[in-house]
């Protein structure tokens, strides 16, 4: 169970299902990010990496912010979500691998999460 401390990061390991390990190449974009449940729908602070560097552990911080006014700290309750992404791109497209977390404070530490579904379309 994630343990859940005031802070301002969230961090655990992210993995990919086995069943879904056929669909992605070593080099596609893995992109993980953290959402804020009750607010702007753009990331607050995100991470880019390869299918190759999963299992992987992550971090997201303040440090990270992808702007300045939003932060992981401001918030009561986000969201860590993950996609393997074919094209690249920050887009969700179909085909793309995805996982999302359930909602957790900032400062949750040891938060497993798991890519293991595929988009069927773009939100």
Do not use: C
Not at 42 to 50: C, H, K, V
Not at 59 to 85: C, E, I, P, Q, Y
Not at 89 to 99: M, Y
Request: avoid cysteine.
């Amino acid at each position: 169970m994630p343990l859940a401390v005031h802070g301002t990061s969230v961090s655990g390991t992210l993995t990919l299902a086995p069943e879904l390990a056929r669909l992605a190449r070593p080099n596609d974009t893995v992109f993980v990010y953290a959402r804020a449940v009750d607010g702007p729908p753009l990331p607050l602070a995100g991470m880019r990496r390869q299918v190759k560097d999963l299992p992987l552990q992550f971090n997201l911080d303040d440090s990270m912010a992808t702007w300045s006014s939003a932060k992981v700290s401001g918030f009561a309750k986000v969201r860590v979500l993950a996609r393997v992404s074919k094209s690249g791109d920050g887009q969700v497209r179909a085909g793309d691998l995805i996982g999302e977390s359930a909602a957790v404070a900032p400062g949750t530490q040891g938060l497993q999460l798991e890519i293991s579904s595929v988009a069927d379309r773009q939100p």
